[in-house]
């Protein structure tokens, strides 16, 4: 592991805030790493408020848009709403569904077959809309990059409205409004709003035009906060406000689905960690597995007996999931020995037979193993599909789009993306890959990392200090739980290895003569030997509550250990 400390901010801006909030210089400095510097800014973190909502009329597009479909509810036109899959797309069609159904009947949804029809747009989709008599389609997380698919609907007279958060491509699609903050010209104030979260601008800018304020609008923004923790978008600006009010939805008076999906976890408040762990998973699930659009029945299901019925078919799936999961890693794993794959700058593998709805996660796990740019294919039709996977401060949507000419499609995000191409082509794509990665990649990208906020001691830690670092909640991309430095360290005699594959690390450490915490470090029980015999050693960690036996704790979540 590579540790990187955070450089110290400028003292000045550290101690004219810590004198402005009359907090220390830690907690300051956290927050000027954060790009806190003034009170007002602290302000809108420490207590994010729904006027800090921006107006949707700022989006570009947003007033055509809603006059859209109050025409098409002025004329008794029948609405399709079109979703992605994947946890965005189903609760952002779930979203935008069961608010226009408040006020008007004539809507029905769709969420396209992974493995008949693929991701986004797709013509099956458009032919049940002609089917149907729909005559306008609201696509959810999709339609950027499908000029074609739009064009297609105008031929059968069928208007699109596309709200999308992912990089439009060169040529936007013919549609009656695209609403994408990405847009080069687009000049909407926050441009990291996930697919869900664009789906409720529209909803905003409709709920304004029936003289329906932000507080109206709450009950749907437990479905926002799922999606934005779902896919991994930067939790500053907007999307902090929308999660941290979506949060307390899930925590206070969640909708049927949701609440069939936790009640029988044990933690009272949830956050942002267990919905992305938690929540996520299972409503991917249905899609991985069987299909979406099991998750928007969920998701839109009223009657809670109803709903527990969905959430038991749907944890049904996370348990096929799971299994799959772990086999495809395995042959995965195997596939890179047998192919001496150990010392490429990419993991890329391909297996036909491999479950397309669970390659996402594969590639994922092959990170944890291989640190380094991932694509993992299966064969999708007469096509083969990948998902792919990055590390930290790598763009591999710029690598793939540096690869184009071997691709059928590719879209996405930094991070995370998804491409077809011809069989034909795997090798040769496969090739150019590691030769633009390798071009392109710093050597030490490829070495996972721990960022260090700061260095602190153990005298540092108090009650007062906690409670302020857990009003820094909802952590996230842009706003990660601190992770703190102390040297010097040493275990009580306590420590042991834990876990039912004895994985896991649990201590008792001590700084000097200062009280001690418990610390667990889950997969570092291959540092036991380094911790447990009585020498000193410095530890990477974060700061977490502990409950046991009705006793509420400190605890230190390692991150890693090291000698000096």
């Known amino acids: 592991m590579r540790w990187t400390l955070t450089p110290t901010p400028n003292p000045d801006t550290v101690n004219k805030l810590a004198d402005a909030l009359g907090v220390d210089t830690r ?28 107006d949707p009329y700022l989006m570009k597009d947003m007033d055509k848009a809603v006059a859209r479909i109050e025409q098409a509810i002025d004329r008794g036109e029948n609405i399709l709403v079109f979703g992605d899959y994947d946890v965005d797309g189903t609760t952002a069609v779930a979203l935008m569904s069961g608010y226009l159904r408040t006020f008007y009947a004539n809507v029905d949804t769709y969420i396209p077959d992974r493995y008949g029809e693929g991701y986004g747009v797709s013509f099956a989709g458009i032919d ?44 936007l699609p013919e549609a009656v409004a695209v609403l994408d903050p990405k847009r080069d010209d687009c000049f909407y104030p926050y441009d990291e709003l996930c697919g869900a979260g664009v789906g409720f601008k529209l909803v905003q800018g409709l709920g304004a035009n029936r003289g329906q304020t932000i507080l109206d609008l709450l009950p749907w923004l437990d479905l926002v906060a799922t999606a934005i923790a779902a896919d991994i978008v930067p939790i500053t ?14 925590n206070t008076s969640p909708r049927a689905g949701i609440k069939a999906l936790i009640q029988n976890m044990k933690r009272q408040t949830l956050t942002i960690s267990d919905v992305v762990f938690t929540i996520a998973p299972r409503i991917n699930a249905a899609g991985r597995i069987s299909h979406g659009k099991h998750a928007v029945a969920l998701l839109t299901e009223f009657d809670l007996p109803q ?43 391909y297996n036909e037979e491999w479950h397309k709805g669970v390659i996402g996660i594969v590639a994922s796990r092959l990170i944890e193993t291989y640190y380094r740019p991932t694509l ?13 996977r990055s590390v930290r401060d790598f763009d591999i949507y710029n690598a793939l789009e540096a690869c184009a000419d071997c691709l059928e499609q590719f879209g996405g995000h930094m991070y995370a993306a998804g491409l077809t191409l011809k069989e034909e ?57 601190p992770v703190f430095l102390t040297r010097n360290l040493r275990d009580t005699g306590f420590g042991k290895a834990i876990g039912s594959d004895s994985e896991h690390l649990k201590l008792f450490v001590k700084q000097g003569a200062s009280e001690g915490f418990g610390a667990v470090g889950f997969g570092l029980a291959k540092k036991k030997d380094l911790t447990c015999n009585g020498d000193t050693f410095n530890a990477a960690y974060s700061i977490e509550e502990n409950a046991w036996n009705g006793e509420v704790s400190l605890q230190l979540r390692l991150r890693d250990v090291r000698c000096e």
Do not use: W
């Open 307 to 349: 709903a527990e019925a969905f959430a038991a078919q749907i944890e049904t799936f996370n348990t096929d999931r799971k299994g799959l999961d772990k086999q495809i890693t395995a042959e995965a794993l195997l596939q890179i020995d047998r192919n001496n794959d150990h010392d490429r700058k990419t993991t890329v593998v």
């Open 376 to 388: 993992v294919f299966t064969r999708s039709g007469d096509k083969l599909a990948a998902s792919a």
């Open 27 to 54: 907690i300051a400095t956290l927050l000027v790493q954060r790009g806190i510097s003034t009170f007002e800014e602290a302000r809108q973190f420490f207590r994010p408020s729904l006027d800090d909502l921006h």
């Open 237 to 250: 600006g907007e999307n902090r406000v929308l999660a941290k009010f979506g949060l307390d939805v899930i």
């Open 128 to 171: 049940y809309a002609d089917d149907n008599g729909c005559s306008l389609i609201i696509a959810l997380d999709c339609g950027i990059k499908s000029p074609d698919k739009v064009a297609y609907a105008k031929e059968k007279g069928i208007d699109f409205i596309i709200c999308d958060h992912h990089r439009p491509g060169d040529t």
């Open 425 to 481: 082509q795997y090798e040769a794509f496969r090739q150019k890959f590691e030769e633009v990665v390798s071009a392109t990649i710093a050597p030490e990208l490829l070495i996972p990392e721990i960022k260090i906020d700061a260095e602190i001691d153990f005298a540092d830690i108090t009650p007062k200090f906690f409670r302020i670092l857990k009003q820094f909640e909802p952590f996230g991309p842009g706003n990660m739980t």
